[in-house]
């Protein structure tokens, strides 16, 4: 029996045990190949990662905490190689265009900044989302205090008509892997 994480009550639900226990396996391999060897692992698809759920699976928190780390230490490797084979000007050049295009997103209106769900279909709430990127945007042009953390842990109510999901989920996908980027 793996005691990798600990484990959920038997009543409650947490991560599939099997499925994190291949994936730490295949990102163990990954990680200790060769830099610059072709994958199909890396930070974004760390960050991205999703597990089903059973009865006394892994903690949640325990997992995901593991995951962000895990996907700092692939970043931070794939950042090094980067800039080995490129340098340090198209690293950040690269960064700085993703960090343009977050702008861009950013500076548009309140209740405009992503695609609305449907009348009748859930999305994020824009209000709060809204609020929320008026943070990232004084973190971007300010240089205002925000950690990986908030940005990954972000919670938003849903709400009829609000925003995409989807888009939105995607868009902080962005603004994480720019902030790693830059570290």
Do not use: C
């Amino acid at each position: 029996m793996s005691s990798t994480f600990p484990r959920t009550r038997k009543s409650r639900r947490g991560y599939d045990i099997d499925e994190v226990e291949e994936f730490l396996e295949e990102a163990r391999r990954v990680y200790n190949a060769e830099p610059g060897a072709p994958t199909v692992l890396g930070s974004d698809e760390i960050r991205r990662t999703a597990f089903s759920l059973q009865k006394g699976g892994y903690s949640p928190a325990h997992v995901d905490a593991a995951l962000e780390r895990l996907e700092d230490a692939f970043a931070s490797r794939e950042r090094e190689y980067a800039r080995q084979v490129s340098g340090d000007e198209a690293w950040f050049g690269a960064a700085r265009r993703n960090a343009k295009d977050i702008i861009d997103r950013l500076g548009r209106p309140a209740g405009q900044r992503f695609r609305r769900a449907g009348f009748l279909t859930d999305g994020y709430d824009r209000k709060q989302v809204d609020r929320f990127a008026d943070r990232l945007s004084d973190y971007f042009l300010r240089a205002s205090p925000m950690s990986i953390d908030e940005v990954r842990t972000v919670a938003f109510r849903p709400k009829k008509g609000g925003y995409r999901e989807a888009q939105v989920d995607y868009f902080l996908d962005s603004v994480v892997a720019v902030m790693v980027a830059v570290r």
